[in-house]
T-cell receptor
Framework: DVKVTQSSRYLVKRTGEKVFLECVQDMDHENMFWYRQDPGLGLRLIYFSYDVKMKEKGDIPEGYSVSREKKERFSLILESASTNQTSMYLC???????????FGPGTRLTVL | EDKVVQSPLSLVVHEGDTVTLNCSYEVTNFRSLLWYKQEKKAPTFLFMLTSSGIEKKSGRLSSILDKKELFSILNITATQTGDSAIYLCAVEAGGTSYGKLTFGQGTILTVHP
């Protein structure tokens, strides 16, 4: 079974703090993704990575950066958290050539 | 810009009812359409559709794609309380092989006993 894990289920941070969200997958997938999910807006792609050290912007990259130093790990960074970044963050991975993405359990981030 | 729209946004039914969820899309270079079910945690994969008119079935769930009219439906027959979830539609488009998906807003289905 594919397993995608995220470092925290719930996180509360203050405005201006630097926030790291970690995602690890154990199936040697090339592609990894970060989404945020907000009511009425569905899942929106923030960044994705198709290989180690490779990254591409998704639909809403502003205010975020990512890091992929190892194949199994994809980190989402909020350099200076703001209240409008309060959301559910979902990480996903997929092997190259398929479009079935496997999701982690999500991190509910609240920025006060 | 690729666009995926789901309807209705929410639906409340009673056990035993049949429901139909809709997903329409406007994308460049369509490749596939996927349905996911999301309960309390992460979305789980249900179906992938690439060809028009071919129904995919899994138990009480079925789905079909119409590439001419640019939509898909997800049917659930004899609904159960365990079907309560958010159902997400996603479309893969474009020339990349990276598996990038565009998601709809989701349909929140609530099944009452």
């Amino acid at each position: 079974d594919v397993k995608v894990t995220q470092s925290s289920r719930y996180l509360v941070k203050r405005t201006g703090e630097k926030v790291f969200l970690e995602c690890v997958q154990d199936m040697d997938h090339e592609n990894m993704f970060w989404y945020r999910q907000d009511p009425g807006l569905g899942l929106r792609l923030i960044y994705f990575s198709y290989d180690v050290k490779m990254k591409e912007k998704g639909d809403i990259p502003e205010g975020y950066s990512v890091s992929r130093e190892k194949k199994e790990r994809f980190s989402l960074i909020l350099e200076s958290a703001s209240t409008n970044q309060t959301s559910m963050y979902l990480c996903a991975s997929s092997p190259t050539g398929t479009y079935t993405q496997y999701f982690g359990p999500g991190t509910r981030l609240t920025v006060l | 810009e690729d666009k995926v729209v789901q309807s209705p946004l929410s639906l409340v039914v009673h056990e035993g009812d049949t429901v139909t969820l809709n997903c329409s899309y406007e994308v460049t270079n369509f490749r596939s359409l996927l349905w996911y079910k999301q309960e309390k945690k992460a979305p789980t994969f249900l179906f992938m559709l690439t060809s028009s008119g071919i129904e995919k079935k899994s138990g009480r769930l079925s789905s079909i794609l119409d590439k001419k009219e640019l939509f898909s439906i997800l049917n659930i027959t004899a609904t159960q309380t365990g079907d309560s979830a958010i159902y997400l539609c996603a479309v893969e488009a474009g020339g990349t092989s990276y598996g990038k998906l565009t998601f709809g807003q989701g349909t929140i289905l609530t099944v009452h006993p």
